[in-house]
T-cell receptor
Framework: AQSVSQHNHHVILSEAASLELGCNYS??????LFWYVQYPGQHLQLLLK??????LVKGIKGFEAEFIKSKFSFNLRKPSVQWSDTAEYFC?????????FGPGTRLSVLP | EPEVTQTPSHQVTQMGQEVILRCVPI?????FYWYRQILGQKVEFLVS????????KSEIFDDQFSVERPDGSNFTLKIRSTKLEDSAMYFC???????????FGPGTRLLVL
């Protein structure tokens, strides 16, 4: 069965620290990859997506992610986090019509 | 910017009761989805819907669940006889084509007592 794993359950950083959240998926042929963010009390919002082409994709709010096919990974990065980045981050993989979400990583940024 | 809307935002029901969660996808979108997120857990796929029929469903989507697109704009999820474990946030999503982003609605928080 297709699955998505995220390396960290909870990450705590100080403002201006660099962020990297890991995401790995099980092999399933051609996939499309996404990172969604869920701010407290809000719904899922798309941060960035990868369909094809340049494996380094840039999203909103200074986030970027790198697709490494050989490692089945799609890690999310941000060079300098802000307090407002405190949220839950979900990696998602699109297999055909289905979307499979990772378990989420809670990011807490301390002011 | 067009968005997916869901009603109600919150619903409280007694165990065994039927509930209908409503979604209005983005108007020209063709693919529709329901997901749920139990508090503190990950988002789980329930069902996808295309061309007026279910195209894929998960193990969670058993006989107690059904979906309908009754009038070309609404997309509903019905739970026939709710259980305590159905308490969750239910998200609707839609997208235009298969190789496009899904857009999520704000969710309906369902509490089964």
């Amino acid at each position: 069965a297709q699955s998505v794993s995220q390396h960290n359950h909870h990450v705590i950083l100080s403002e201006a620290a660099s962020l990297e959240l890991g995401c790995n998926y099980s092999y399933g042929g051609t996939v499309n990859l996404f990172w969604y963010v869920q701010y407290p009390g809000q719904h899922l919002q798309l941060l960035l997506k990868y369909f094809s082409g340049d494996p380094l994709v840039k999203g909103i709010k200074g986030f970027e992610a790198e697709f490494i096919k050989s490692k089945f990974s799609f890690n999310l990065r941000k060079p300098s986090v802000q307090w407002s980045d405190t949220a839950e981050y979900f990696c998602a993989v699109n297999y055909g019509q289905n979307f499979v979400f990772g378990p989420g990583t809670r990011l807490s940024v301390l002011p | 910017e067009p968005e997916v809307t869901q009603t109600p935002s919150h619903q409280v029901t007694q165990m065994g009761q039927e509930v209908i969660l409503r979604c209005v996808p983005i108007s020209n979108h063709l693919y529709f989805y329901w997901y749920r997120q139990i508090l503190g857990q990950k988002v789980e796929f329930l069902v996808s819907f295309y061309n007026n029929e279910i195209s894929e469903k998960s193990e969670i989507f058993d006989d107690q669940f059904s979906v309908e697109r009754p009038d070309g704009s609404n997309f509903t999820l019905k739970i026939r006889s709710t259980k305590l474990e159905d308490s969750a946030m239910y998200f609707c999503a839609s997208r235009l084509q298969r190789k496009e982003t899904q857009y999520f609605g704000p969710g309906t928080r369902l509490l089964v007592l």
